[in-house]
């Protein structure tokens, strides 16, 4: 199965766009996952997608310790009322 490197890609240029990687902090998938706490091949897919920036180094995946940050405020789901 191929990768989707459009989306790959894209994250790639987003995240050159956004910040200067001298003074990145690099997190592997298995690190991003255990943050997380989702699976590897969750993030795997989020990468895929182009929706969790990251950087391909070899066979691998590493994504900037920012891009994780930026998810997870964006994921961040406001308290609802049980008023129905």
């Known amino acids: 199965m191929g990768l989707p490197l459009s989306a790959v890609n894209k994250g790639i240029r987003e995240m050159s766009a956004e910040s200067n990687f001298s003074n990145a902090q690099f997190l592997t998938v298995a690190e991003v996952a255990e943050l997380m706490r989702v699976s590897k091949m969750t993030v795997y897919r989020l990468v ?37």
């Open 48 to 84: 895929h997608s182009g929706e969790m920036p990251a950087v391909r180094f070899g066979r691998s995946f590493r994504v900037p310790e920012s891009a994780v940050e930026q998810y997870v405020k964006g994921a961040v789901v406001e308290g609802q009322s049980d008023t129905a």
